[in-house]
């Protein structure tokens, strides 16, 4: 009897109550959309930035010139000194890449360091795969596909990409130890911004 002579009482206690249970819901569906918002935008960036130092990546190369003999491609003397150079520009480009990609998304990811932490792993991935695809796109055909209809000793340049490691000198499994450039310097740049935005309140407050 109180309870239904307090209901009466209050008749828009109910219905508050009700309204902050649909604002929490409403509330929590809007920082997940958020939290999958910010992982999309950092996998997009890290395609762009793929894409973009692809391109960098070809212009910079020197295709190793090879001769063909006996339906086989070879690399020549002189190829085999330029054969280095995908390798070099790869990780030159990567780690300057990697650094401002994992430093401007520490600086945008202020307050959800984790959810960061995770989309710049997957994005420095993507910027990886991205590269060494269109970067392949870009550069000459393969040789090696070539050669079994060229006539013997025709010159053909190298295509561009990564020569794999033997299997028993992988680094993680990886074939080519260039693939970790980008990413190892994405988490150099997002953790040294995050380290340096977490001390400066502390400074501050010392100096004060």
């Known amino acids: 009897m109180s309870e239904q002579l307090s209901a009466g009482a209050h008749p828009g206690a109910e219905d508050a109550r009700a309204d902050d249970r649909i604002d929490v819901g409403a ?8 939290r999958v918002i910010r992982v999309l935008v950092l996998l997009l960036a890290g395609a762009a930035l793929g894409g973009v130092l692809a391109v960098l990546w070809e212009m910079l190369w020197e295709p190793p010139s090879g001769i063909v003999f006996e339906q086989t491609w070879y690399l020549d003397e002189i190829g085999l000194t330029q054969d280095i150079s995908g390798f070099g520009w790869f990780v030159v480009l990567g780690l300057v ?10 600086k945008l990811g202020s307050g959800y360091e984790l959810l960061t932490l ?15 695809q ?3 796109w870009l550069g000459p055909p393969d040789p090696r596909l070539l050669a079994p209809t060229t006539v013997d000793l025709t010159a053909l340049p ?6 794999p490691t033997p299997a028993d000198e992988r680094l993680l499994g990886l074939p080519n130890s260039a693939y970790l450039a980008l990413p190892g310097a994405a988490l150099i740049g997002l953790v040294s911004v995050f380290l340096g ?5 502390r400074s501050t407050e010392s100096v004060g």
Do not use: K
């Open 27 to 34: 509330g929590d569906r809007v920082d997940d959309r958020a």
């Open 97 to 106: 890449g990697g650094l401002a990609y994992g430093a401007v998304a520490a």
């Open 118 to 132: 995770v989309g710049v792993v997957a994005g420095s991935a993507l910027a990886v795969w991205v590269m060494l």
């Open 134 to 136: 269109v970067g392949h």
């Open 158 to 163: 190298g295509d561009l990409r990564l020569t």
């Open 197 to 201: 935005q977490s001390s400066r309140p």
